[in-house]
């Protein structure tokens, strides 16, 4: 056992796309619980599919140990250049003053949460158009196929510093340092509208105890590294240093405000 305590020379990384993330947690429920196979997922697989998906084929809480957190990501009310409304109140009384509602795209799960919370807090209709990824909906953004999206800072980046995109609001409790004239939905004046998506790390449960400890260890000296911080921080994100024991009970929260949004919302399960 105490070989496992260090990490392998190797290290090789199996994307495993599809069903917002389940098949990947599938995956790694099918290997030993030795510590050698880790997932890094989001809050999609361990929050967020457990109140979308009416059978889901895992336990988030009990099928996985929490290891360390990684990375917190806000979202972005994002609109293209030319769109009538420049600030968040000016966007909500467009919404009340059409017969049609305004449409928003989403390309991940805490994209459509972020959206469908927003409209709720702010009392408006919105119309959902899905997409299979981000770049897909930002193009049909730019293009006024959408007219708006909730995308999150590392895709939008590049049209932001283009000038193509506009940021109206950001879905964090603080704003961002990379947009520092960019408000926050609660500075804009809608509070209780705050949801960030977030990276971490967990292995299968029934791992020994001291090679989540070692591992937590390892993944955590790498977010509290400046250069990490720095480097999270220019994609628009923030780094999230949570040890297990933190970890597990803000993925508990976190289920519980997904919970929260699907019922606001009125989300119809898969």
Not at 139 to 153: K, N, Q, R, S
Not at 258 to 266: G, N
Request: with cysteine; net charge negative; proline share 7%.
């Amino acid at each position: 056992m105490g070989k496992l305590l260090f990490l392998p020379p190797t290290v090789l990384v199996e994307n495993k796309p599809g069903a917002d993330g389940n098949l990947a947690a599938l995956a790694v429920l099918k290997a030993e619980a030795d510590g050698y196979t880790v997932f890094v997922t989001t809050n999609s697989t361990q929050a967020a599919n457990v109140n979308l998906f009416n059978a889901m084929p895992y336990d988030p809480r009990a099928d996985f140990a929490p290891v360390a957190g990684i990375m917190t990501i806000p979202m972005m009310l994002a609109v293209k250049p030319e769109f009538p409304a420049k600030t968040v109140a000016e966007f909500i009384a467009l919404a009340k003053s059409r017969q049609k509602p305004l449409s928003f795209g989403s390309g991940n799960t805490s994209s459509r949460g972020a959206a469908e919370l927003f409209h709720s807090r702010a009392g408006i209709e919105m119309q959902h158009v899905p997409y299979r990824g981000m770049p897909q909906a930002l193009t049909d953004v730019l293009a006024g196929e959408i007219d708006c999206v909730f995308a999150d800072p590392a895709s939008a980046q590049g049209l932001i510093q283009d000038g193509r995109l506009r940021v109206l609001a950001v879905t964090s409790s603080e704003r961002l340092a990379g947009l520092p004239d960019v408000p926050t939905l609660a500075q804009a004046g809608l509070s209780g509208a705050e949801l960030s998506a977030w990276v971490g790390v967990f292995v299968r449960s029934g791992t020994p105890s001291d090679i989540v400890t070692r591992l937590s260890q390892i993944v955590l000296g790498f977010v509290n590294n400046k250069d990490t911080a720095a480097y999270l921080e220019s994609v628009g994100a923030k780094p999230f240093p949570a040890g297990p024991d933190e970890l597990g009970k803000f993925e508990e929260a976190d289920t519980r405000r997904w919970a929260e949004i699907v019922e606001i919302a009125k989300i119809e399960k898969k």
